[in-house]
T-cell receptor
Framework: AQSVSQHNHHVILSEAASLELGCNYSYGGTVNLFWYVQYPGQHLQLLLKYFSGDPLVKGIKGFEAEFIKSKFSFNLRKPSVQWSDTAEYFCAVSNLYNQGGKLIFGQGTELSVKP | ETGVTQTPRHLVMGMTNKKSLKCEQHLGHNAMYWYKQSAKKPLELMFVYSLEERVENNSVPSRFSPECPNSSHLFLHLHTLQPEDSALYLC??????????????FGPGTRLTVL
């Protein structure tokens, strides 16, 4: 069965620090990859996605992620975090040909940014 | 209204009650989903509807009963729930077809408390 693992459950950073959140998945075939963010009291929003092409994907709010197929990883990065980046971040994977568009989510990483 | 809306936003119910959660998407999508989000756990996919037909039921107990009367509306009927069913219930939608099929748009969720 497919699974997604996010290594960090809670990350605490100061403003302007660099961020990297790990995400590994178990499926060996062609995948679509996503990072979603959930700000406090708000709904899940798509940060960025990878379907094909350049493995370095740029998303909203200065976030980027790199797909490394050999490592089954899709880590999220931001060079300089802001207090407003405080949120929970979810990595998700979908099998390209999965009927029903099923997304498998990781357990989430809570990011707290100190002003 | 834009995006995906869910009502009610908060619901408290006893174990013998019957209630329904409603989801409406205004994006012209043809696939809709119910997820359960519990603290410190990955999002759990419950049901998937594609073109108004249920295509996946992830071994969800029968006390949860989905209904998809058309491509814009999705319901989750609840009866004789247990306290462990307390969670945030998220609705999502996507557009079937091509590689965008798996990009899902989420509603704000219904926070359910079962007493």
């Amino acid at each position: 069965a497919q699974s997604v693992s996010q290594h960090n459950h809670h990350v605490i950073l100061s403003e302007a620090a660099s961020l990297e959140l790990g995400c590994n998945y178990s499926y060996g075939g062609t995948v679509n990859l996503f990072w979603y963010v959930q700000y406090p009291g708000q709904h899940l929003q798509l940060l960025l996605k990878y379907f094909s092409g350049d493995p370095l994907v740029k998303g909203i709010k200065g976030f980027e992620a790199e797909f490394i197929k050999s490592k089954f990883s899709f880590n999220l990065r931001k060079p300089s975090v802001q207090w407003s980046d405080t949120a929970e971040y979810f990595c998700a994977v979908s099998n390209l040909y999965n009927q029903g568009g099923k997304l498998i989510f990781g357990q989430g990483t809570e990011l707290s940014v100190k002003p | 209204e834009t995006g995906v809306t869910q009502t009610p936003r908060h619901l408290v119910m006893g174990m013998t009650n019957k209630k329904s959660l409603k989801c409406e998407q205004h994006l012209g999508h043809n696939a809709m989903y119910w997820y359960k989000q519990s603290a410190k756990k990955p999002l759990e996919l419950m049901f998937v509807y594609s073109l108004e037909e249920r295509v996946e039921n992830n071994s969800v107990p029968s006390r949860f009963s989905p209904e998809c009367p058309n491509s814009s509306h999705l319901f989750l009927h609840l009866h004789t729930l247990q306290p462990e069913d307390s969670a945030l219930y998220l609705c999502a939608s996507s557009q079937a077809g091509a590689s965008s099929y798996n990009e899902q748009f989420f509603g704000p969720g219904t926070r359910l408390t079962v007493l």
